[in-house]
């Protein structure tokens, strides 16, 4: 598509500054005017009136979602676009009913392996609690296990689970996994254990969750299986939140069941100012920055420009519901 008439797009969640700093508007024509902002809406309707306006969204990840309802609110959106290859959190059947094209970028995605280890360590050995307790003047709190020789369990053995898994075998740690789709042949071939689901929540002595959110791993993690898990034990979760009931969570922490939590996903983000996970003991928590890496951004930037462009030239790219570009371009 293209026009000289002004089009209005808008970067959502931009929380930290990043692509205001990218100065993405000196890639763009002229016609196109562009906001960045830094604030998250937290109701359909205050989203609906800020974005009635607008002809490009861009949404960073699952920030921000985009339901039916929304869509069928927004008349003057044309180009809806997601930083990464997917957004579960995007209506695309609606957007195609709406007309709107969707399009995604790539992305470095190997940021929350990074993490996920940064998370175990820092929660087994108390890391973030001694370095704030050293800060006021007790120096040496916390005689935390050490990681070789336990048993560290995968709750799926994808793409990042098998990066996950080969830094644990590095730390000389016993690595078993379970999914539903997941055969002893493939875990085998990654140096990793094929247990079944009730073995991976008894044997586990950290436990990583990296599996895709559906209505299948939805609530996966409940309080059955909470309740199998061994008091000394500890539980990641940098993949979604909705894979583990909160409230279950929340309960065994309060307990004692297990024995720590770090956790970057939650049902709601941001995460409210009064949520109990901010009172829970022994948590680490982190506001879903497993991807947020300066590399992932980079990618993310020039793939933002590359849709909008493409668009323009009615040839758009990485397009995520691809049967709404024959009745939106016959137009």
Known sequence: MQ????????????????????EINKSLPSFVKLTI???????????????????IIVGIRERTAF?????NSLPNLKLLITTGGRNASFDLDAA???????????????????LTWGLIISLVRGIHTEDRLARNGMWGTIVGPALTGKTLGLLGLGHIGKLVAQVGIAFGMNVIAWSENLTQQIARQHGVKYVDKKTLFTDSDVLSVHLKLSDRTRG???KKELSLMKPSSYLINTSRGPIIDEKSLIDALNTMKISGAAIDTFDIEPLPINHPLFSTPNTIITPHIGYVTREAYEIYTEGIIEN?????NHNPKRVLNPTVLKEYFSK
């Open 3 to 22: 026009t000289n008439e002004q089009l209005n797009m808008v970067i959502l969640d931009d929380y930290h500054e990043f692509f205001e700093k990218k």
């Open 37 to 55: 902002l830094n604030k998250h809406f937290v109701n359909e309707e205050e989203l609906i009136n800020a974005m009635y306006d607008y002809h």
């Open 67 to 71: 339901p039916e309802t929304v869509l």
């Open 96 to 114: 195609t009913k709406n007309n709107i094209v969707v399009s995604g970028t790539l992305g470095a995605g190997e940021g929350p392996v990074d």
């Open 220 to 222: 996966i993690i409940s």
């Open 308 to 312: 909008v462009l493409a668009f323009l």
